[in-house]
């Protein structure tokens, strides 16, 4: 993978702002994860100057994160608002949110009253 490429020859700095990696092509971004939209908007308009196959497939992986950040980010309010419904008691925990209260709900109660109760 290209990023593991860069990440052998990379060199990291601590800033009041964040931590920032300088790669072997001496590109300086942001540490983050790539669920995060503003760090694969910084890495796209980074990307976009690199005209080559290299940088082609890496904007296109990238766009290919933001749309599965975006549909996981989906998925999980649809989900916490079918927790709601069935367990809001589990949404009232501290700490359980959306997944975790399906989860829960999910070992605990029948798999047949889950989906009958949608």
Request: proline share 3%.
């Amino acid at each position: 993978m290209w990023t593991a490429h860069w990440a052998a020859t990379a060199t990291t700095t601590r800033t009041g702002s964040g931590t920032y990696t300088s790669c072997s092509r001496g590109w300086p971004f942001r540490q983050g994860p790539l669920s995060r939209l503003h760090v694969l908007d910084e890495l796209d308009d980074r990307l976009a100057a690199v005209d080559s196959t290299v940088g082609l497939i890496a904007r296109e992986l990238v766009t290919r994160c933001r749309e599965l950040t975006l549909r996981i980010s989906q998925l999980e309010r649809e989900i916490t608002q079918l927790v709601s419904r069935l367990a809001p008691t589990l949404l009232a925990l501290p700490g359980c949110r959306g997944l975790s209260a399906a989860k829960i709900f999910g070992e605990t109660a029948g798999v047949d009253s889950t989906f009958s109760s949608l």
